[in-house]
């Protein structure tokens, strides 16, 4: 039985843990990595049954471990986790203005956290997985002028800022004595330590596969599909290529025999 892209997605995971400590992302690895990438987004035209875990793995362990050269299973583990908390939140998926909600929630979540919340370790992860998420993901809302906080009226806020907060309250959770009990000591110093590494891999995620996506992929992916409907004449094809199409906000009058068949308003944006 042929596996699947989340059995295969697991076989990556499975082999960082085993190497932990090292790095095996060359070779047959790394053509892997990139194999289930193309397959992610050859499937992106349909409903997956990837869970949001994996697929925020395989960006995680392209970006940071094929990449970047990154050694540390846990840590991997640890930001996988953290993005999926962050990103299922339903303030960065609503509608409207919400995004641009959430960040000025985070913002002052991690600048004036006042008296926190259950221990402090709790506390201090919170606080600095924030700092992360906003200077990772979310940097491309940061250096605007915003009154009041720490910094002052109309100070600018910018990533430089959040690196330093970041690694500040990573070093404060790993300091805890619960960090121990947890087995989380190691992880947290390791993003203290390398937060501006990690902060940019987020924002490479970010900007290629999370909040953005590879156009690069998703045009070759709606040129082929529209070969194969030239070849063939099977509109399987074709809808596949609007589906592609729709991604890349294509104008229908630039592509007439791609678009010759869709309404005014494209069903799949």
Same mark, same amino acid.
């Not at 970006?63 to 640890?78: N, P, Q």
């Not at 995004?99 to 919340?117: K, Q, T, W």
């Not at 250096?143 to 720490?150: I, N, P, T, Y």
């Not at 596949?240 to 104008?251: M, P």
């Given at each position: 039985?042929?596996? %699947?892209?989340?059995?295969?997605?697991?076989?990556?995971?499975?082999?960082?843990?085993?190497?932990?400590? @090292?790095?095996?992302?060359?070779?047959?690895?790394? /053509?892997?990595?990139?194999?289930?990438?193309?397959?992610?987004?050859?499937?992106? +035209?349909?409903?997956?049954?990837?869970?949001?875990?994996?697929? $925020?793995?395989?960006?995680?362990?392209?970006?940071?471990?094929?990449?970047?050269?990154? /050694?540390?299973?846990? %840590?991997?583990? *640890?930001?996988?986790?953290?993005?999926?908390?962050?990103?299922? @939140? #339903?303030?960065?998926?609503?509608?409207?203005?919400?995004?641009?909600?959430?960040?000025?929630?985070?913002?002052?979540? &991690?600048?004036?956290? +006042?008296?926190?919340?259950?221990?402090?370790?709790?506390?201090?992860?919170?606080?600095?997985? #924030?700092? $992360?998420?906003?200077?990772? &993901?979310?940097?491309?809302?940061?250096?605007?002028?915003?009154?009041? +906080?720490?910094?002052?009226?109309?100070?600018?806020?910018? @990533?430089?800022?959040?690196?330093?907060?970041?690694?500040?309250?990573?070093?404060?959770?790993? +300091?805890?004595?619960?960090?121990?009990?947890?087995?989380?000591?190691?992880?947290?110093?390791?993003?203290?330590?390398?937060?501006?590494?990690?902060?940019?891999?987020?924002?490479? &995620?970010?900007?290629?596969?999370?909040?953005?996506?590879?156009?690069?992929?998703?045009?070759? /992916?709606?040129?082929?599909?529209?070969?194969? *409907?030239?070849?063939? /004449?099977?509109?399987?094809?074709?809808?596949?290529?609007?589906?592609?199409?729709?991604?890349?906000?294509?104008? @229908?009058?630039?592509?007439? #025999?791609?678009?010759?068949?869709?309404?005014?308003?494209?069903?799949?944006?």
């Amino acid at each position: 039985m042929r596996r %699947t892209l989340g059995e295969d997605i697991g076989s990556l995971r499975e082999a960082i843990r085993a190497n932990d400590g @090292a790095n095996i992302a060359h070779g047959a690895f790394a /053509r892997k990595v990139d194999q289930l990438i193309g397959d992610f987004y050859d499937d992106i +035209g349909e409903l997956t049954d990837l869970r949001f875990s994996d697929i $925020l793995d395989l960006f995680l362990i392209k970006v940071l471990y094929v990449d970047r050269g990154s /050694r540390d299973a846990s %840590t991997l583990d *640890y930001l996988g986790r953290m993005l999926e908390r962050f990103l299922g @939140a #339903s303030e960065l998926t609503g509608p409207g203005n919400r995004p641009a909600a959430y960040l000025s929630d985070l913002i002052a979540e &991690v600048s004036e956290p +006042g008296s926190p919340a259950g221990s402090p370790f709790e506390a201090y992860r919170r606080y600095g997985d #924030s700092a $992360l998420f906003i200077s990772g &993901v979310l940097r491309q809302g940061l250096g605007r002028r915003r009154a009041g +906080g720490l910094l002052g009226g109309g100070a600018l806020v910018d @990533a430089s800022y959040y690196f330093a907060l970041g690694r500040r309250y990573y070093e404060m959770a790993a +300091g805890e004595e619960q960090a121990r009990r947890v087995e989380l000591r190691p992880t947290l110093l390791r993003l203290a330590q390398f937060f501006e590494v990690y902060s940019d891999a987020l924002n490479e &995620v970010s900007g290629r596969y999370v909040l953005g996506m590879d156009m690069r992929l998703i045009a070759d /992916r709606m040129l082929d599909a529209f070969n194969r *409907y030239r070849a063939t /004449r099977e509109m399987v094809h074709l809808d596949l290529a609007r589906k592609y199409a729709s991604l890349l906000r294509l104008d @229908a009058r630039q592509w007439p #025999s791609l678009g010759q068949h869709l309404p005014d308003e494209p069903a799949y944006y």
